[in-house]
């Protein structure tokens, strides 16, 4: 992308040799001319919350190792330090800061298919003399992974940031981790994570995926579902430490671990997930059971009966769509998000405003809560007027339930309240206000079905002392503000040094378009002949 189209011109500059320079952090990136150049400083907030990752995950690992963290200087190899494997390096950006920010690293290896993005990285790691540290490798990326799934060499953290899915490399990823290593992961794909195409997501992900509003969330819990399947086929599982629904992607960090006896879990973190078709009401349903032995020592492993739901729905008799399956487990490890937010020092990072809002909202969400509603969907089903967030908190909390907001939708809510009680609130709360409860709805409509039934559960609308969250109340920086014109995904990178085609590209530019053309030309002519022909024969005809 070029300067007149980003967001941030002041970091492209040319030098006095030619070459374009994007800076971010503390590196520097050349780039042979300004239309070479791919960089998307939106995607500044993904590499600057991964370092900011990396090094709160590597500080007990150096310790063990009787190592300081404050002590070794960014940019110098330590040799019991951790080793880096970035698996789809492009330009060598993010593995440059990594090399420039993190201290005690052994080594980073810079990968990539590209021939040319190879040689881009060992450019950019000589112009940013880290070339001690990062090893360019030109090589498919799972077939470094599957070169390194000795013990001895397997990697503390593996990044994967590709365009598109990451499930071609998750196989060789899950092998070539370090037992207690730090998994990175991207998923960009969210439209077939969102529900648009949910055969897609199956064959990618081994998931079906719903258009529900929580469709954020949701990709995230397909994603982590999908990464534990993969462990568990080598005896492994996954801890998630952070898992973010970001601009147009999802980012997860877990760590991954070795034990067949805690393999057998997995089917109580995994469960599906019904989606009333009218209403939008939702139930999930575990795959398994976990419950203590009678020993006290053991656990039993059971299967579970169900389904949670009727074959219509209790509310607006509507039929349920059946989704999933995906994570139903935390999406985040608190004390890790706790101690991250604390390690974030004041100027260290260009986005440190936003990383801080958005992990001070993922502090203050319900752990063993999945999912979430919106509450202007709720109030458009129901045909009602929606207030202020603090009315629907404060009914919340004055009926002894909990609520969160979620990072993933600035609409969310988050409650263990069941959706029986939520309706009961709309209902409760237009009828205070002396309103039609059936005004705007259809006979038929499921917003009339749920309205025309009278409301069961007392509702309190007093004000509660804690209706307002504390992120909300301190006005942080929780969800992105869009910082250009078109600023969503770009354009898969070319990864080309080359300015201009070549005299052999130019000159089969529209080779097929030009040979296709003269094929319908000779066709018309062909077929006016045969017509002339006809034309005579026919004169003839008539003349004798």
């Known amino acids: 992308m070029t300067t007149g189209q980003v967001c941030h011109p002041d970091r492209f500059y040319e030098d006095t040799n030619g070459w374009w320079v994007v800076k971010e952090g503390k590196a520097e990136i050349l780039f042979p001319s300004e239309k070479d150049v791919f960089y998307n400083p939106v995607q500044e907030f993904n590499r600057d919350l991964t370092i900011s990752v990396i090094k709160q995950f590597s500080k007990p690992i150096l310790e063990e190792k009787g190592v300081q963290p404050e002590d070794i200087e960014p940019g110098k190899p330590c040799d019991?330090?951790?080793t880096v494997l970035e698996a789809l390096a492009?330009?060598?950006?993010?593995s440059i800061?990594?090399?420039?920010?993190?201290g005690g690293l052994k080594q980073i290896i810079a990968n990539d298919w590209s021939s040319q993005a190879v040689e881009s990285?060992?450019?950019?790691?000589k112009h940013n003399d880290v070339q001690d540290i990062i090893q360019p490798s030109n090589n498919d990326a799972s077939m470094v992974m599957y070169q390194h799934k000795k013990l001895t060499d397997r990697f503390n953290v593996i990044d994967l940031d590709p365009y598109g899915t990451p499930s071609p490399f998750l196989d060789s990823a899950l092998q070539s981790i370090a037992d207690g290593g730090l998994l990175c992961v991207t998923a960009t794909d969210m439209a077939v994570l969102c529900g648009n195409s949910p055969e897609?997501?199956?064959t990618k992900y081994g998931a079906i995926s719903l258009k529900t509003k929580s469709c954020h969330e949701f990709a995230i819990r397909i994603v982590l579902q999908c990464l534990e399947a993969h462990a568990n086929r080598y005896g492994r599982y996954i801890r998630p430490l952070l898992s973010l629904s970001i601009d147009f992607y999802t980012r997860v960090f877990v760590t991954v671990h070795t034990g067949q006896a805690k393999c057998k879990a997995s089917t109580s973190k995994l469960g599906h997930v019904y989606q009333c078709t009218g209403c939008e009401a939702l139930a999930t349903h575990r795959l398994g059971r976990v419950t203590p032995h009678q020993n006290g020592k053991n656990f039993k492993y059971n299967l579970v009966t169900g389904p949670p739901v009727g074959r219509t729905c209790e509310f607006c008799d509507s039929p349920f769509h059946i989704g999933g399956p995906i994570w139903l487990d935390p999406l985040h490890d608190k004390l890790f998000v706790q101690q991250l937010l604390q390690s974030i020092k004041?100027?260290?990072?260009?986005?440190?405003?936003?990383?801080?809002?958005?992990?001070?909202?993922?502090?203050e969400e319900l752990e063993d809560v999945p999912l979430y509603y919106e509450i202007p969907r709720l109030t458009n089903i129901v045909k009602q007027s929606q207030e202020k967030l603090t009315v629907y908190t404060s009914a919340l909390l004055n009926a002894g339930y909990k609520f969160s907001l979620s990072h993933a939708n600035k609409h969310a809510l988050k409650t263990d309240a069941p959706i029986s009680f939520l309706w009961d609130l709309l209902r409760r709360l237009a009828a205070t206000k002396n309103k039609d409860l059936l005004k705007n709805l259809s006979p038929d409509s499921p917003g009339y079905k749920i309205m025309s039934k009278p409301a069961v559960a007392e509702v309190n609308f007093d004000p509660h002392p804690h209706a307002n969250p504390p992120s909300r109340e301190m006005?942080?920086?929780?969800?992105?503000?869009?910082p250009e014109a078109n600023w969503g995904p770009k354009a898969r990178s070319k990864t080309s040094i080359i300015p201009e085609k070549s005299e052999k590209q130019v000159r089969n530019q529209g080779r097929k378009q030009k040979a296709s053309n003269n094929d319908q030309t000779t066709n018309l002519v062909s077929k006016k002949f045969k017509c002339d022909n006809l034309s005579n024969l026919q004169l003839q005809d008539q003349k004798s």
């Open 97 to 102: 800061r990594f090399a420039r920010e993190i």
């Open 121 to 125: 990285i060992r450019r950019n790691t």
């Open 80 to 82: 019991k330090g951790i």
């Open 346 to 363: 004041d100027g260290e990072f260009a986005t440190e405003g936003r990383i801080r809002g958005m992990l001070s909202v993922v502090l």
């Open 200 to 202: 897609t997501c199956y």
């Open 475 to 482: 006005n942080l920086v929780r969800y992105q503000i869009n």
């Open 90 to 94: 492009a330009s060598g950006l993010r």
